[in-house]
């Protein structure tokens, strides 16, 4: 179970005809992105975000809890069978990673990573956090036409999003982890999007690891319930 959990943290197929006029730039696309799901205005006033998941799996049901508070501060929680298996908590400097095998605090370069990537709407924050985006070029998802970009920290960390050509969605992450196992890539399809408080959050995700996958159905989004600091404890 514990191996299924670390799952959810975190060949191109060319266009015939596509030329590279024709693609906008990775500042466009992620532009056309967040006026999709709401617009800057809408995203910059929410101050804290929870979200309750659920998924079923071969072991049975499992519950996650995601919470973000600005500016940086993030948790989640992973329940299977009333029992809490998986928690990463960070407070913005520090990331608590527990499980059913004890705990441990990463701190430096790797809790910088895992706090950019978990920050509250992080493609607005991306400049901010050294985060540099490049247009991998055009593809097919799933039948959908999308642009593909390629993000990477200063420290050289990567990962990959596509968008939507026609309504500027994400329709997929690609995002790969290292472990004392090796490498770990999951892949993440984002689906069914719903407006709650003005702005659109997808209400499936479907992950695919080499573990296997699973179909996680967002069961409810609050906004601005005022979370406290003392949430994201990382001691």
Not at 125 to 130: R, S
Request: hydrophobic share 35%.
């Amino acid at each position: 179970m514990k191996k299924l959990m670390i799952a959810l943290f975190l060949v191109p197929m060319a266009w015939q005809g596509a030329t590279a006029q024709d693609t906008p730039t990775a500042d466009q696309i992620l532009d056309k992105y967040v006026a999709a799901i709401g617009g800057k205005d809408a995203l910059m006033k929410v101050t804290d975000l929870t979200m309750n998941m659920s998924a079923e799996t071969e072991r049975g049901p499992i519950m996650i809890t995601r919470k973000n508070k600005l500016p940086n501060k993030f948790s989640m929680v992973i329940n299977a069978s009333g029992m809490e298996v998986m928690k990463q908590t960070g407070d913005g400097t520090k990331v608590l990673m527990g499980g059913m095998q004890g705990s441990k605090t990463i701190d430096g370069a790797e809790a910088q990573k895992m706090t950019t990537m978990n920050t509250l709407f992080p493609e607005l924050h991306y400049a901010e956090n050294g985060v540099t985006s490049t247009v991998v070029g055009p593809e097919k998802i799933d039948g959908k036409d999308t642009y593909k970009l390629s993000h990477a920290t200063a420290d050289g960390t990567t990962w990959t999003d596509n968008f939507d050509t026609s309504t500027g969605l994400k329709v997929q992450s690609i995002v790969t982890t290292k472990s004392q196992r090796g490498e770990m890539t999951t892949t993440t399809g984002y689906a069914d999007y719903k407006e709650n408080n003005g702005i659109k959050f997808p209400m499936t995700l479907n992950q695919q690891t080499p573990r296997g996958a699973m179909t996680m159905t967002v069961d409810n989004v609050k906004v601005n319930k005022g979370l406290k600091d003392s949430d994201f404890k990382t001691e």
